[in-house]
């Protein structure tokens, strides 16, 4: 009574008074639930992305084990919560208001509830904040007694932001719920050490404050002893619903209101449910995931209503059945409280990590809702807001759908509570519109998101063309007045040939117009262009030669490039026996034939090798007529070719491969030569000849077992 009187509470803006009706599940102990035979797991459990899954049908898995892993920060990952087998992994119906579906994770218990191995910690000061935030996250926890906001997230503040208040919320003001009730009288203890860790983890704030109703006696001396004269602050206050708001609680316990739009972290303050320290205590203490709750289970349709520890996954049908339920008795399931709760779809739906409470009522106990009817503007919905807004106005701007003006008005500030249509005198369902409402404006703020960055890619794209367009224009102009410069050039240089040709004294005192007219004169001269000419036919002649080992050491799917090539070559070969005998015919209509002017040029090329060698006069005389075979190198590489291909063609497809196999390894072993010499030098072109190897390499295994299937 004497920490009660030194603490100093405030009071909230409106609130109402329902009956509570919590003594009919406090009459009990806490309970467990048999192990059902199949469990099922939303990947959606908390406010963020669902989880992703980690297992496949028919793996078998241990309690504790993971089988969906977090997306992204704003996301926590799903453990099994017994030992069974992966039986699908499907859509199912989920606990949710809109009665839709989403992935879910079918577990087959085997009943033996083994547990996969824990990772104990002694003392968790010994670890940094960060490991610790990692374990609470691996563990799954999200919030116990609210939206399912990860743990870890909400633990994890910003460097600008310190912390000096801490408040654990044990009021559970909503109608029928007393799953925290039973744990602050149970768990005492564990709920202490959660809240000295949550302090510890947020830099041991000033003020660390657990917050309890003050219907709950027994609770507040449990938790009072377990604190002792730890720096823990129990506050005992008023009931009064919906005293256990965030922002409402916040307000109770320190006077400040959390402006609009803003979080409680931004006054210095950190709220966590008594169930949620609990969780995240046991995941860093005992390295235990997150795979049971308590669960209040109440109503008149019940034989039993108690509290219960219910494994996450349990059909809410089995939760039923264990507590004797009549269906003809019923005339809903809820899933929450009264107020804030919402009726269930179907009872297959599973208790998953929000889930405080089922409310199985009577049609007596919560007979259906009469129906609405039009507003008479008591004021009675502004009275009871706790949050201070105009239901109201709230409600015509819904209606109306004008969305703006529901934001104008602080549509986001709404709780939901529900105290607005619990007096409304017209049972008009006020929470209701505000959902819808808010709904819809989430999803034009989104399709805007959408929309705006449509609009961005497609500026960019606009200014990124433009921008290549200006880039052509430029490169053009550049080009255009580059050939006029050059054409000015030619035209300056032709004009002053022409002047040093009439005055051949400029041109000696000129060294430049000297020089070019060396080089005119050159250009003129016969034995130059003769000259240029054989150049022109040894190059080609070559061409073809090269182009002829290439197409006959090529692979089959290769040699019709290199035909193609051989054929161009050949071309070109014509084209330069054709221009030097028109040249020779002209200046010479005397002079032999080309092909005795090749055969005499090779034969003296020849003899010249010869000479200058240390050749024997035997192999002197050996190297003539070899002259004569090259005499038409192009139509012998072609016809060796064509019988190369001939050849190729009257193989069988067994000899085809050995031949192309022993093609590849002398190509392999040439290709290891140059990547040794390449490393040796140091060569920059290691790696792409590495990379080739590699692929040669590979072509020749591949080649190697295609043979070995032949000869099979």
Request: hydrophobic fraction near 40%; charge should be negative; charged fraction near 25%.
């Amino acid at each position: 009574m004497k920490q009660e009187q030194m603490i100093k509470v405030w009071d909230i803006t409106g609130g109402i008074h329902p009956p509570e009706n919590k003594d009919q599940s406090m009459g009990l102990p806490l309970a467990e639930l048999s192990i059902p035979e199949e469990l099922v797991f939303p990947l959606s459990q908390h406010i963020g992305a669902p989880a992703r899954p980690v297992v496949a049908v028919g793996d078998a898995v241990l309690a504790g084990e993971k089988i969906a892993e977090a997306v992204g920060a704003m996301s926590v990952p799903v453990h099994a919560s017994t030992s069974g087998t992966i039986s699908a992994i499907e859509e199912r119906t989920l606990p949710h208001a809109s009665g839709m579906s989403g992935l879910c994770i079918v577990l087959a218990s085997d009943g033996q509830h083994r547990f996969a191995e824990q990772t104990a910690c002694a003392d968790y000061r010994q670890l940094d904040v960060n490991t610790l935030l990692e374990k609470i996250r691996n563990a799954g926890i999200a919030g116990l007694g609210g939206a399912g906001f990860p743990t870890s997230l909400k633990l994890h503040t910003q460097q600008d932001s310190p912390i000096d208040t801490l408040i654990l919320n044990g009021t559970e003001c909503e109608p029928y719920i007393t799953a925290d009730h039973r744990l602050m009288l149970d768990f005492a203890q564990d709920v202490v050490a959660g809240t000295e860790l949550l302090g510890f983890i947020l830099g041991e704030p000033k003020r660390v404050v657990i917050g309890i109703e003050d219907n709950k006696p027994d609770a507040i001396a449990a938790i009072k002893h377990a604190v002792g004269d730890k720096a823990i602050e129990v506050a005992v206050f008023p009931t009064k619903y919906p005293s256990g708001g965030e922002k409402q609680l916040i307000q109770i316990i320190t006077g400040q209101e959390v402006p609009s739009g803003k979080i409680p972290a931004a006054l210095g303050i950190v709220m966590q449910n008594v169930g949620t320290a609990v969780a995240a205590y046991r995941a860093v203490r005992f390295g235990e995931a997150l795979t049971y709750r308590i669960t209040t289970v109440v109503g008149e349709a019940l034989d039993t209503q108690r509290n219960i520890k219910v494994l996450l996954g349990t059909p809410v049908a089995h939760l039923l059945n264990e507590n004797g339920f009549d269906s003809s008795q019923s005339s809903k399931l809820i899933m929450g409280g009264p107020m804030m709760g919402f009726a269930l779809p179907s009872a297959d739906v599973p208790v998953v990590k929000t889930t405080n409470c089922i409310i199985a009522p009577s049609v007596e106990e919560m007979p259906p809702a009469p129906p609405a009817q039009a507003c008479i503007r008591c004021g009675l919905c502004a009275e009871a807001c706790p949050a201070s807004l105009l239901p109201q106005q709230l409600y015509w701007y819904a209606k109306a759908e004008e969305y703006e003006r529901l934001q104008n008005y602080n549509l986001f500030d709404c709780i939901e509570c529900g105290a607005c249509s619990y007096v409304c005198p017209s049972t008009i369902p006020l929470v209701q519109y505000y959902r819808s409402a808010k709904g819809a404006i989430r999803q034009q703020e989104q399709e805007k998101v959408k929309s705006d960055h449509a609009r961005q890619r497609f500026e960019f794209r606009k200014l990124r063309m433009e921008r290549a367009e200006q880039e052509k224009e430029a490169k053009r102009l550049a080009r255009k007045q580059a050939a006029e410069q050059a054409k000015q050039i030619a035209a300056e240089r032709k004009a002053a040939a022409s002047t040093q040709a009439d005055a051949p004294d400029t041109v000696k005192d000129d060294p430049v117009a000297a020089a070019l007219a060396r080089v005119k004169a050159k250009e003129q001269d016969p034995a130059a262009q003769k000259a240029k000419l054989e150049r022109a036919l040894d190059s080609a002649t070559s061409r073809v030669e090269k182009l002829q080992q290439r197409f006959v050491a090529a692979e089959a799917d290769q040699k019709e490039k290199f035909e193609a090539q051989l054929k161009q070559a050949q071309l070109r070969l014509d084209d330069a026996k054709t221009k030097l005998q028109d040249f020779s015919t002209a200046s010479q209509p005397n002079e032999v034939n080309l092909e005795t002017n090749l055969k005499n040029n090779l034969e003296n090329s020849l003899e010249t090798k010869a000479k200058d060698s240390t050749a024997s006069p035997e192999q002197t005389q050996s190297l003539k007529p070899a002259a004569a075979e090259t005499m038409d190198a192009a139509t012998a590489a072609i016809e060796r070719a064509k019988a190369k291909t001939q050849s190729m063609a009257e193989m069988s497809p067994e000899e085809k491969l050995k031949a192309q196999l022993t093609a590849l390894e002398t190509r392999v072993q040439k290709a290891k030569e140059k990547l040794q010499k390449a490393e040796a030098d140091g060569s920059e072109h290691v790696e792409a000849l590495r990379t080739g190897l590699e692929k040669m390499t590979a072509k020749l295994v591949n080649t190697q077992e295609q043979l070995e299937q032949l000869s099979q």
